[in-house]
């Protein structure tokens, strides 16, 4: 089966920072772009970040870049994302997927705020 697990969500204060980990298994991890995406309460799922299959090519949207940072372990079938100068409206359940995506697994809550 095809699995991709978020964690290392937590509770931070603005301006904190936080990393997440996308532990995959079930496929041919060095074949796929892997993305991160989020979704807040009461909002549409929005993409994040994605990092291409060898990691040279890597894209974040324009409310997270400059403060995020994607990266992968092929070795360890692995993707990262640090999360630095956290505001409240990074607030969300943080999802990874394969690009494009395909099931999806359980997220990681993120909750920035004093």
């Known amino acids: 089966d095809v699995q991709l697990q978020a964690s290392g969500g937590g509770l931070v204060q603005p301006g904190g920072s936080l990393t997440l980990s996308c532990a995959t298994s079930?496929?041919?991890?060095?074949?796929?772009?892997i993305a991160w995406f989020r979704q807040a309460p009461g909002k549409e799922r929005e993409g994040v970040a994605c990092v291409g299959s060898s990691g040279e090519r890597k894209y974040y949207a324009d409310s997270v870049k400059g403060r995020f940072t994607i990266s992968r372990d092929n070795a360890k079938n692995t993707v990262y994302l640090l999360m630095n100068s956290l505001k409240p409206e990074d607030t969300a359940v943080y999802y990874c997927?394969?690009?494009?995506?395909?099931?999806w697994g359980q997220g990681t809550q993120v909750t920035v705020s004093s």
């Open positions: 079930g496929f041919i991890f060095d074949d796929y772009a």
């Open positions: 997927n394969t690009d494009p995506p395909g099931q």
